[in-house]
Each structure stands twice: as structure tokens, then as C-alpha cells.
């Protein structure tokens, strides 16, 4: 019973069961309706950890295939319409990117890459952030689970530099000499590298698809376009406010270089794997950058990166089997996709449009948009996973935001943009949090005050820097 808490999970099915048996509004068809209610109690679900996410979403596919809402009468084509987005390209994309980010774990290439930022970069402490940043963002279009690439290649090295410095996590009167600072900044710069590209965490292709399900168009390329500039800022600034406001005591990091050139050579000369692991990773950038040239799909060349990685033997077949993050992220996207992807099919989403304008229509777009990303960013505080709260909001708020007139592009990337760095605000708002937290070096408090702090600066950069930028570029 670890994994399924029974009085979490009673309030989740009594709550999808009110809604079921609540009047269906006028203008909302009754399958739309049964379906929000099957939505909403899974996202419930998710948020109070009744069960594992997956789980969860395998209870909403046996609910909405005995229910009908998707084929009423009609069983059979109902089961067929819940699997439907298990083929949906994007979904796949997601799965297969983190194949590829284990050729990096793997291989040890993303740990040298790191050290090699740290040997140049790392003489001081702020330096030493800038440094494990940048290695951060290097990895970040290759690696979309940012759980991944913060968590088991950046956390280590921060530690390892942290405890290095003598500021341990086991001695709280050390944490605030360099492991405190360290921490968060990692964890930001890991969120700001998540929003520039499209497969820098796993929730940006989500919103792609939601945003294409309402004839918004976004391509690797495009999104990298459009958060190369607030992104670069944003990278600049975070580090220089979380020196200002959480410095740390330690000032001068000099032996750090001499630290990461010592793991270098215990790593040894760069292997015939890690050359190839190189050439791959250069391959998907080039055909995610230039895909739209040759007319091939950022899906098409994942699987090509996936397929040169096991021909080189650089993964096996084992290793595939093995990525077990993988495979749970494919089924509980699938399922959300699903579910969210159908109430817009099912009318759901362009009703929930026009009622919110009814409310704020009156509004100039100019004023509505940072409404509406106000919204977003501070409702986080309800989501314990970015995912659930792209699932939950993020098309309903793009629908709101188009029928106000706000420009699609724009809110569609800045509402893209904001699922990463929302997860500032607290101590569990995206996959890489807990395990940054878990080290010990920051307490709850100064998490959500700093989190505050930096996420408050992010939101604006993205907002202005970006919005101008992208009114630069023809994006609006």
C-alpha cells in the first residue's frame, strides 16, 4: 500500500464523481464534460500522490474506455481512441531523447564536458556557477530530462566541488561557505537551460503539441529562436542576483581547476565511445536545426540519433530496455496528451475560450497577457510536476489568451517558456528539485524565498526581453 494511498485516492474519485454527476453547462457536450472529470481527477491524483503517476493514468484509460466519452456506443473504438497517443510523434520524441541521454551518462562524455567548463571557468565561486551552467546548457538540447542532466551529471560535480571547499552537507555551519549558493544556482541555471530548447525537458514538446492542436506551429528551431535571447539573459542575471542575495562566504574557488583537470585525467583520453556519443550529439543538432531544409522531423531524427548509438554499440539494446524513465514517461504523456488533446477535439477547450472572455474581453491583449502568464507561473504552487501542470492549464490558457487576441506565437512560447522556470518557486515544482533539496545545503525557507526572488526575475525577462525580442524576429 506504499505506492497507493487509499484515503488520497477516495478524495480523487469522489471529487472526478462530483464533477461527473454535477449539470453539464450549456453549450458543453455531455462526453466533454465526463471527460474533464475523469482529466481533473487524474491531475488531482497526480498533485495528491494517491499513486504513481503511472498509476494514475493507467486508471484514466480504463475509465475513459468504460465510459465511452470518446465513442459512445461503440466499446472498441473507444479502447482504440485512450491508446491513440501512445503513435503520437511527440510522445515518442520525448521517450527516445532520454535513450540518448544515457549514451551520456553512460559514456561519461556530459561528466567531462562539465569538468572541462569547471577547469576554465572555476576560480571563483561565481565563476564556478557560471562554469557548471554553461556545461548545463551544452547538454540541455540532447537531453531532455532535465532530471538527467541536473541530477545525475551537474548535482555531482556541485557536490563534489562543494565538499571539496569543506562546505558539507552533514555540517550546517559550512553550507552557506559555497554548497548553498552552489545549489540553487544549478537548479536555476538547469531550469533556464530546460526553457530555451525544445528538447531541454520533457513538458516542452507537450506544449508543442497543444499548441499545434490549435494551428500554432512550433519546430525546434523556431522555439530555439525564440529563447536564445531572454534564455542568454536570464543565464547572465540569475547567477549575479543569487550572488547578491544568497552569497556565498567562500569568494576565491582557485583550487577548482586543478580539482576538475585532476578528474579529467583520472577519466583518461576521450574513448572511441564518447567520440562517437560527440558525433551523434552533433548530427541530431544539425538535423534538429535544419530539419525543416531537408523535410525531416525532429521525431525522424531521434530515431536516427537512437539507431547510430546502438549500431556503434555505443547503447545496447539492454540499455533501452533498462531506461526505465523512459518507458513511464512515454505512458503518462501518452495518457495526458490523450486526455487533453480530446477535450479540445471534443469542443471543451474553445467553450472554456469564449467563457473566460466573456469575463476579461474587455481587456486590451496588452494587459491580458501578463494576466494570464501571472496566472501560470504563481498557480504552480498547487503542482508538485511541471508536467501535470502543462497538462492542466496550459492549453486552456493558450485558447483564452488567442480568443482575447493575444498573439498565438508569443503566448504559446512564453506560456512554454514559463513551464520551466516556474519550478523555482518551490522545493518540488520540477523533476530536478528534489534532488538538488535533498542535498541538505538549503533549507525550505530560503528555497522559496530566493525561488520567489528568481522566478519573479525570470518572468520578467522572458515577458519583456523576450517579447521584444520576438517582436523583433516577425514572431507577432
Same mark, same amino acid.
Given at each position: 500500500?506504499?505506492?497507493?494511498?487509499?484515503?488520497?485516492?477516495?478524495?480523487?474519485?469522489?471529487?472526478?464523481?462530483?464533477?461527473?454527476?454535477?449539470?453539464? /453547462?450549456?453549450?458543453? #457536450?455531455?462526453?466533454?464534460?465526463?471527460?474533464?472529470?475523469?482529466?481533473?481527477?487524474?491531475? $488531482?491524483?497526480?498533485?495528491? #500522490?494517491?499513486?504513481?503517476?503511472?498509476?494514475?493514468?493507467?486508471?484514466?484509460?480504463?475509465?475513459v474506455a468504460l465510459s465511452g466519452v470518446l465513442a459512445p456506443g461503440n466499446p472498441s473504438k473507444s479502447i482504440s481512441l485512450a491508446l491513440r497517443s501512445f503513435g503520437d510523434k511527440v510522445i515518442w520524441l520525448i521517450g527516445i531523447s532520454f535513450f540518448i541521454a544515457r549514451g551520456f551518462i553512460k559514456t561519461g562524455l556530459g561528466n567531462r564536458i562539465a569538468y572541462l567548463f569547471v577547469r576554465?571557468? !572555476?576560480?571563483?565561486?561565481?565563476?564556478?556557477? +557560471?562554469? %557548471?551552467?554553461?556545461?548545463? $546548457?551544452?547538454?540541455?538540447?540532447?537531453? /531532455?530530462?532535465?532530471?538527467?542532466?541536473?541530477?545525475?551529471?551537474? +548535482?555531482?560535480?556541485?557536490?563534489?566541488?562543494?565538499?571539496?571547499?569543506?562546505?558539507?552537507?552533514?555540517?550546517?555551519?559550512?553550507?552557506?561557505?559555497?554548497?548553498?549558493?552552489?545549489?540553487?544556482?544549478?537548479?536555476?541555471?538547469? $531550469?533556464?537551460?530546460?526553457?530555451?530548447?525544445?528538447?531541454?525537458?520533457?513538458?516542452?514538446?507537450?506544449?508543442?503539441?497543444?499548441?499545434?492542436?490549435?494551428?500554432?506551429?512550433?519546430?525546434?528551431?523556431?522555439?530555439?529562436?525564440? !529563447?536564445?535571447?531572454?534564455?542568454?539573459?536570464?543565464?547572465?542575471?540569475?547567477?549575479?542576483?543569487? +550572488?547578491?542575495?544568497?552569497?556565498?562566504?567562500?569568494?576565491?574557488? !582557485?583550487?577548482?581547476?586543478?580539482?576538475?583537470?585532476? #578528474?579529467?585525467?583520472?577519466?583518461?583520453?576521450?574513448?572511441?565511445?564518447?567520440?562517437?556519443?560527440?558525433?551523434?550529439?552533433?548530427?541530431?543538432?544539425?538535423?534538429?536545426?535544419?530539419?525543416?531544409?531537408?523535410?525531416?522531423?525532429?521525431?525522424?531524427?531521434?530515431?536516427?540519433?537512437?539507431?547510430?548509438?546502438? %549500431?556503434?554499440?555505443?547503447?545496447?539494446?539492454?540499455?533501452?530496455?533498462?531506461?526505465?524513465?523512459?518507458?513511464?514517461?512515454?505512458?503518462?504523456?501518452?495518457?495526458?496528451?490523450?486526455?487533453?488533446?480530446?477535450?479540445?477535439?471534443? !469542443? =471543451?477547450?474553445?467553450?472554456?475560450?469564449?467563457?473566460? #472572455?466573456?469575463?476579461?474581453?474587455?481587456?486590451?491583449?496588452?494587459?491580458?497577457?501578463?494576466?494570464?502568464?501571472?496566472?501560470?507561473?504563481?498557480?504552480?504552487?498547487?503542482?508538485?510536476?511541471?508536467?501535470?501542470?502543462?497538462?492542466?492549464?496550459?492549453?486552456?490558457? $493558450?485558447?483564452?489568451?488567442?480568443?482575447?487576441?493575444?498573439? @498565438? %506565437?508569443?503566448?504559446?512560447?512564453?506560456?512554454?517558456?514559463?513551464?520551466?522556470?516556474?519550478?523555482? %518557486?518551490?522545493?518540488? @515544482?520540477?523533476?530536478?528539485? /528534489?534532488?538538488? =533539496?535533498?542535498? @541538505?545545503?538549503?533549507?525550505?525557507?530560503?528555497?522559496?524565498?530566493?525561488?520567489?526572488?528568481?522566478?519573479?526575475?525570470?518572468?520578467?525577462?522572458?515577458?519583456?526581453?523576450?517579447?521584444?525580442?520576438?517582436?523583433?524576429?516577425?514572431? +507577432?
Open positions: 500500500m506504499k505506492e497507493i494511498k487509499l484515503s488520497r485516492l477516495a478524495i480523487t474519485v469522489l471529487f472526478g464523481a462530483a464533477i461527473w454527476l454535477s449539470p453539464v /453547462p450549456e453549450g458543453v #457536450k455531455p462526453e466533454a464534460w465526463h471527460l474533464l472529470a475523469i482529466f481533473l481527477a487524474t491531475i $488531482l491524483g497526480i498533485i495528491l #500522490k494517491a499513486a504513481s503517476m503511472g498509476t494514475m493514468c493507467m486508471m484514466a484509460i480504463a475509465a576554465v571557468f !572555476g576560480k571563483s565561486s561565481l565563476g564556478l556557477a +557560471y562554469g %557548471l551552467g554553461l556545461a548545463d $546548457l551544452a547538454l540541455a538540447p540532447a537531453i /531532455p530530462s532535465n532530471t538527467a542532466r541536473g541530477g545525475g551529471i551537474i +548535482y555531482p560535480i556541485m557536490k563534489s566541488m562543494s565538499i571539496s571547499f569543506d562546505s558539507v552537507p552533514d555540517k550546517p555551519e559550512t553550507h552557506r561557505k559555497l554548497g548553498s549558493f552552489l545549489t540553487l544556482n544549478s537548479y536555476n541555471m538547469n $531550469l533556464i537551460a530546460s526553457s530555451m530548447f525544445l528538447t531541454g525537458t520533457a513538458s516542452n514538446p507537450m506544449c508543442q503539441k497543444f499548441a499545434a492542436d490549435l494551428g500554432i506551429r512550433i519546430t525546434w528551431m523556431s522555439w530555439a529562436i525564440a !529563447g536564445i535571447v531572454p534564455g542568454l539573459v536570464a543565464f547572465f542575471v540569475i547567477p549575479l542576483v543569487l +550572488y547578491k542575495v544568497y552569497p556565498p562566504e567562500l569568494k576565491k574557488t !582557485g583550487d577548482a581547476p586543478a580539482l576538475a583537470k585532476q #578528474k579529467l585525467a583520472e577519466m583518461g583520453p576521450v574513448t572511441k565511445n564518447e567520440w562517437l556519443m560527440l558525433l551523434a550529439f552533433a548530427v541530431l543538432l544539425f538535423l534538429w536545426i535544419t530539419g525543416d531544409l531537408f523535410g525531416i522531423d525532429a521525431t525522424t531524427t531521434a530515431f536516427l540519433g537512437l539507431v547510430l548509438l546502438l %549500431l556503434t554499440s555505443v547503447l545496447t539494446w539492454e540499455d533501452v530496455k533498462a531506461e526505465k524513465g523512459a518507458w513511464d514517461t512515454i505512458v503518462w504523456f501518452a495518457v495526458l496528451v490523450m486526455m487533453a488533446s480530446s477535450l479540445n477535439e471534443l !469542443g =471543451f477547450i474553445g467553450w472554456f475560450s469564449e467563457l473566460i #472572455k466573456t469575463k476579461i474581453g474587455d481587456l486590451s491583449w496588452q494587459i491580458a497577457f501578463p494576466v494570464i502568464m501571472i496566472v501560470y507561473f504563481l498557480s504552480h504552487y498547487l503542482f508538485a510536476s511541471a508536467t501535470a501542470h502543462v497538462a492542466a492549464m496550459y492549453a486552456a490558457l $493558450l485558447g483564452v489568451g488567442v480568443s482575447i487576441g493575444i498573439p @498565438g %506565437l508569443l503566448l504559446a512560447f512564453m506560456l512554454g517558456f514559463c513551464g520551466s522556470f516556474y519550478g523555482t %518557486l518551490t522545493h518540488y @515544482g520540477h523533476g530536478p528539485a /528534489p534532488v538538488f =533539496f535533498g542535498s @541538505g545545503f538549503v533549507d525550505i525557507k530560503n528555497w522559496w524565498t530566493k525561488g520567489l526572488i528568481t522566478g519573479v526575475i525570470m518572468l520578467i525577462i522572458y515577458m519583456v526581453v523576450g517579447g521584444l525580442w520576438m517582436k523583433v524576429i516577425g514572431y +507577432y
